[in-house]
């Protein structure tokens, strides 16, 4: 391989040889201390490797990646956001009667899977990446083995994914026999889709992988296993299916759907507006009737899921950027109220139930208070980021004449106000009337993971320009 391929791919070296450094230390000795800080330490010169591999891009590493702004961006949000994971982790492990140490090997290769999906541009690396960032996360999700939700929860998602694996491949050979190659390039530019002759094969290929697409992105109607997954998983892995699993995917549809010119005239866009419109308002109807906060945001992840498909159906540079702007704002948001769940959880279970969060404002002031700029957040409040990511769509939206799914948006979001803003009431209550755990202290690692996610849900809310140029920089490379 020529030295700039090597260096193009560096930071995903560095996380492969991380893995496998990792993998020898356990081998030799076990030590949780000691796999987490060489998972921190493997992840931190990942992000520092950006910008030696920025130096050799734009480039194809083989006809499988091509490593440009985009993939490097969207590698640094993954990476830094399994980072935060691992920090939150450690605590959370320390008080388990568990093995720790391949935890962390785990959270090494599902970001090593994520981070490569936003490079790939072919349906062969995509299937690649999309199973080494699965087969993690079925261990990942019933890693405490003496919980038996959490082992139903890794069944579960194991036998559905397998099953939508099927569908991915079964249509991925549909596709291949209608247009006789699985390259993204060829594909979207090839004679059947430049004539607009959408053949038999190719429509059934694309609505099969589709299924598989949105059993991953947990849409309606493939969204039952996200409430009882996220329910049973480890609070940590929650954050880690919520945030880097799901940016993974989306990152390789908007470099997918970045090179289709004309999305909105696609045979199968009004399926895929139909598939975002129900699950922005399924996830937030289901929601309203759910009393554990993890619950609440398998739900919530639904209808924000359904959210980023506007952007993907508006196309143009300008809905590229609001969608990743978006998916930053939302893992930022998302990883701070998992990371208040995690801090609160004991060994005998995660803080889901309502009684964990009552009196947490007078119990303990600054977690409360970052639950609640995280709700709000995701509710789409003023000053908050996520009010600027919501208003980034609608205006995505509105110029590409998509009334009815910004209608839908609005709707959505006023429906989940209110399960939001019920959490906080809850929080809000006399710490008399409190039944939750005492004051157990934060662990060092949470403490700084959660203090940073604060900082950037603060900074996104109210000076978002940086993030927009680098994001709009990236993007203007891809289209």
């Not at 498909?309 to 990743?324: F, I, K, N, V």
């Not at 609608?394 to 019920?422: E, P």
Request: net charge positive; aromatic share 10%.
């Amino acid at each position: 391989m020529p030295a700039p391929d090597l260096v193009a791919l560096l930071p995903w070296l560095t996380l492969a040889a991380g893995a496998v450094a990792l993998m020898l230390a356990i081998a030799f000795r076990r030590d949780h201390r000691l796999a987490a800080g060489l998972a921190v330490v493997t992840l931190g010169l990942a992000l520092l490797c950006l910008p030696i591999a920025a130096t050799a891009a734009p480039r194809d590493v083989t006809p499988l990646f091509r490593i440009d702004g985009f993939a490097l961006l969207f590698a640094g949000i993954l990476v830094a956001a399994t980072a935060a994971v691992a920090l939150l982790s450690y605590g959370y492990l320390h008080a388990q009667r568990e093995t720790r140490e391949e935890y962390y090997l785990l959270l090494l290769l599902a970001a090593l899977g994520a981070s490569l999906l936003a490079a790939s541009q072919h349906l062969v690396s995509f299937f690649l990446c999309l199973e080494l960032l699965s087969v993690s996360l079925y261990s990942l999700i019933g890693y405490l083995r003496r919980r038996r939700r959490g082992l139903e929860a890794a069944i579960k998602y194991l036998v559905l994914s397998g099953t939508s694996t099927a569908f991915l491949v079964f249509g991925l050979a549909l596709i291949y026999a209608g247009q006789g190659t699985l390259a993204f390039d060829e594909l979207l530019g090839g004679p059947t889709i430049a004539r607009g002759a959408w053949t038999v094969p190719l429509l059934a290929g694309l609505a099969l992988a589709g299924v598989a697409v949105g059993f991953k992105l947990s849409l309606v109607p493939f969204h039952f296993w996200s409430p009882d997954i996220y329910q049973g998983a480890p609070a940590p892995v929650g954050a880690l299916v919520a945030t880097v699993s799901k940016g993974g995917v989306l990152a390789l549809l908007l470099r997918l759907f970045g090179a289709l010119d004309g999305v909105l005239d696609n045979p199968l866009a009004p399926a895929l507006g139909l598939v975002a419109a129900a699950s922005m308002l399924a996830g937030s109807l289901l929601g309203l009737r759910q009393e554990d906060l993890k619950r609440v945001l398998a739900y919530s992840s639904i209808a924000h899921l359904g959210y980023l498909l506007l952007p993907l159906l508006a196309g143009g540079e300008g809905a590229t950027a609001a969608a990743t702007f978006y998916l930053v704002a939302y893992a930022v948001t998302v990883l701070a109220a998992f990371g208040v769940v995690t801090v609160l959880s004991t060994p005998e279970g995660d803080a889901g139930a309502p009684e964990s969060y009552r009196g947490l404002f007078w119990r303990r002031p600054w977690l409360g208070g970052l639950l609640a700029a995280a709700l709000f957040s995701l509710a789409g409040l003023p000053l908050t980021a996520g009010f600027l990511a919501k208003l980034y769509l609608v205006a995505v939206g509105v110029g590409a004449g998509l009334w009815w799914l910004v209608g839908a948006l609005v709707l959505s979001s006023a429906i989940a106000l209110y399960y939001y803003l019920r959490i906080i009431v809850t929080m809000l209550q006399q710490p008399e009337a409190a039944a939750g755990p005492g004051r157990p202290p934060v662990p060092v690692g949470a403490g700084l993971a959660l203090a940073l996610l604060g900082l950037g849900l603060l900074a996104l809310g109210v000076y978002p320009g940086p993030l927009l140029r680098a994001i709009q920089g990236a993007v203007a490379g891809l289209m």
